[in-house]
């Protein structure tokens, strides 16, 4: 499987070297504070859909796959 979660981690911190790159021009850095921003705004988003799926998992795993079955989004599975 691609993207998983820790490439999103490679992501950022590649992003936080490119910040800390010394000798940038004031426009390279603007550059890299928005693509920053443009990549914060996504990984947050990722990293909310994963703990909405941790959730799920939960819930199955306390109640049983019945429960499951009678939410089709968490796609309970024998």
Known sequence: M?????D????????LER???EGL??????TE???????VAVADKIIQNA???LKG???IAEYGEIAGRNIPMLEAKK
């Open 25 to 30: 021009t004031k426009e390279q850095i603007d």
């Open 57 to 59: 998992a939960a819930f």
């Open 51 to 53: 703990s909405l799926q």
């Open 33 to 39: 504070v928005h693509r920053g921003q443009a990549i």
């Open 2 to 6: 691609k993207n998983k979660l820790t």
């Open 19 to 21: 910040l800390s790159e």
């Open 8 to 15: 999103l981690n490679d992501h950022l911190f590649a992003q």
